[in-house]
C-alpha cells in the first residue's frame, strides 16, 4: 500500500515536472545554444557572467534538481523493467542514488559558490565586470 | 519453418491493438530519447563544475564540445529533447483529458510534425555555428 503510494506519487512528479522542465530546458537552449555564435560563444566568461546573477542561480538549481530527479526516477523504471537479477538490480539502483545524491550536491555547490572573478586568472578569460572597476 | 514462424507472428501481432502501432513506437522513442538524455545530464553537469577549477581549464574542457562530430551529436541531443518535451506533453493529455487516450494516435503525428518545423527552425542555425567556428 505504502508502496502503491510511493509509485503514484512518483507518476504525478513526472507529469508536474516535465511540464516545468519544458519550459526551463528550452530557455536554458535559447540562452545558451541560440544565442550567436552557439556553442563557440560559451565559455568561463560567459557562463560565470550569468550565474554572478541570483535569477540565473536559482533558474539553474531548479533546472539541475528536477532534471536529475525526472532522469532519475526514469532510470528507475527502466532498471526495473529490464533487471531481474536481483544483485544486479540492488547494485544499478544503489549507483544510481549515490550519483544522483553527488551531482545534486556538486552542482549546487557550484552554483553557489562559483566565484566569477578568481583573483589569479587572466583578465581577459573573465566576465567583463571584473576589470570594469 | 521460419515461414511459419514469420506468419504465425505476423497474424498475432496484426490481431493487438497496441504493439506496432504508434503507440508503441512513442513508447520506444521516449524511453531511449529519455535515457539519451539522462546520460548527457551526467556528463553535463561535471563538465559545468569545472568551472569551479579556473577559467583555463573549463575554457579547456568546453573545448571538446566545439567540434564537429560534438556539434553533430548536439543536433542529436537536441532531437532527442524535442522529441521528449513534445510527446510528453502528449503523454501529460493522454492521462489528464477525456479525449487523450481516442486521441492518442493523432497526437502522435502532431509531436513528430512539431518536431520536423522545430529541428527546421534549429538545424540550420547550429549546423553553421559548428561548421563555421560560430562568432569566433
Known amino acids: 500500500m505504502r508502496r502503491l503510494k510511493l509509485e503514484r506519487l512518483g507518476w504525478i512528479f513526472m507529469r508536474v515536472s516535465g511540464f516545468f522542465l519544458i519550459a526551463l530546458i528550452f530557455t536554458h537552449l535559447i540562452v545558451n545554444v541560440m544565442q550567436d555564435g552557439g556553442v563557440h560563444a560559451i565559455d568561463f566568461a560567459f557562463v560565470a557572467g550569468k550565474l554572478a546573477n541570483p535569477l540565473w542561480q536559482w533558474f539553474d538549481v531548479t533546472l539541475l534538481w528536477l532534471a536529475l530527479i525526472h532522469g532519475t526516477n526514469g532510470m528507475r523504471v527502466v532498471i526495473e523493467d529490464y533487471v531481474y537479477r536481483i544483485n544486479l538490480k540492488r547494485f544499478l539502483l544503489g549507483g544510481l542514488a549515490v550519483s544522483t545524491a553527488v551531482l545534486i550536491v556538486l552542482g549546487t555547490l557550484v552554483i553557489f559558490t562559483l566565484d566569477p572573478c578568481p583573483t589569479d586568472a587572466a583578465a581577459n578569460l573573465l566576465p567583463s565586470f571584473c576589470t570594469a572597476g | ?136
Do not use: C
Not at chain 2, 36 to 52: G, N, S
Open chain 2, 1 to 136: 519453418m521460419v515461414d511459419t514462424v514469420t506468419r504465425t507472428s505476423r497474424t498475432v501481432i496484426a490481431g493487438t491493438l497496441y504493439r506496432g502501432h504508434e503507440g508503441m513506437w512513442s513508447w520506444v522513442l521516449h524511453r531511449i530519447t529519455g535515457i539519451a538524455i539522462y546520460f548527457f545530464l551526467l556528463v553535463h553537469v561535471l563538465d559545468t563544475a569545472t568551472l569551479r577549477i579556473s577559467p583555463e581549464v573549463y575554457n579547456g574542457v568546453l573545448g571538446a564540445y566545439k567540434t564537429p562530430i560534438m556539434g553533430i551529436g548536439e543536433a542529436g541531443l537536441v532531437g532527442a529533447i524535442v522529441f521528449h518535451a513534445l510527446n510528453g506533453l502528449r503523454i501529460i493529455l493522454v492521462d489528464a483529458t477525456k479525449w487523450g487516450t481516442r486521441y492518442q494516435r493523432q497526437m502522435f503525428y502532431v509531436v513528430l510534425g512539431l518536431w520536423t518545423l522545430l529541428m527546421i527552425g534549429f538545424l540550420p542555425r547550429h549546423l553553421i555555428n559548428v561548421f563555421t567556428g560560430g562568432a569566433e
